[in-house]
């Protein structure tokens, strides 16, 4: 658990590390936003590229708030503390490659990113959908908590309501991560990004009326 923590937090100040190094070569004018079609629609200051790393170190300081939460409410154990501190590994892992994918951008001065072999909205993705089939294998081992796992009013009823909807919740991740996988290889730009979000916004709505179900046949 300590090697999480050191791991998390090397990851959460990592981005911050490569964008003070990249600074001192980045030209002084750098794209700092990009449309729909991944063209450049705004240009700015090589100083904006600090406003990243601080967001990932914000997010890293949550997500320890978060396994403080989940370890308080779990009574026995640290399934839910180590459960934590992976997902937040996992999550720093992908503004890593955000971090690095968009300092290659500026510093290239990249256009469109579509001229770059690796589609920024396949990065994303793709190691979203990763990350989703890594927590869909573990959401089984969640216990019962309020910043963890599949959590609805009727999941967290009881321990059956839970323990049955993490087991579905783990499921439904893993081939949510797995499809979205599977697009994040076959198409970019927006596409990728509009396909990849239809699939999870389907796959929500089927969690919490399995929760729903389960609530009144266990409660």
Not at 19 to 35: E, F, G, K, S
Not at 79 to 106: H, K, P, V
Not at 135 to 160: H, Y
Not at 171 to 179: D, K, P, Q, S, V
Request: charged fraction near 10%; glycine fraction near 6%.
């Amino acid at each position: 658990m300590k090697t999480k923590k050191i791991i998390l937090f090397i990851l959460m100040f990592l981005p911050l590390l490569y964008t003070v190094v990249a600074l001192q070569i980045l030209p002084d004018q750098i794209p700092a936003h990009y449309n729909i079609h991944n063209q450049v629609d705004r240009w700015g200051s090589k100083y904006e590229t600090l406003i990243f790393p601080a967001i990932t170190i914000i997010f890293g300081f949550i997500m320890l708030c978060v396994t403080k939460l989940a370890a308080k409410q779990e009574k026995n154990g640290h399934n839910n503390e180590n459960i934590s501190l992976l997902l937040g590994i996992l999550s720093l892992i992908l503004f890593n490659a955000m971090t690095l994918y968009f300092l290659y951008a500026d510093f290239h001065a990249v256009e469109n990113l579509s001229n770059i072999s690796i589609d920024i909205s396949q990065l994303i993705f793709a190691i979203l959908g990763i990350i989703m089939i890594i927590m869909g294998n573990i959401m089984p081992k969640v216990r019962l908590n309020s910043a963890l796992g599949l959590r609805t009013v009727w999941s967290m009823k009881n321990s059956t309501t839970w323990k049955k909807s993490q087991h579905f919740g783990g499921i439904t991740f893993m081939i949510t991560g797995f499809l979205i996988l599977i697009i994040s290889f076959f198409t970019k730009g927006f596409p990728c990004v509009i396909l990849s979000l239809c699939i999870i916004i389907i796959s929500l709505p089927i969690d919490i009326l399995y929760t729903y179900k389960v609530a009144k046949k266990y409660s």
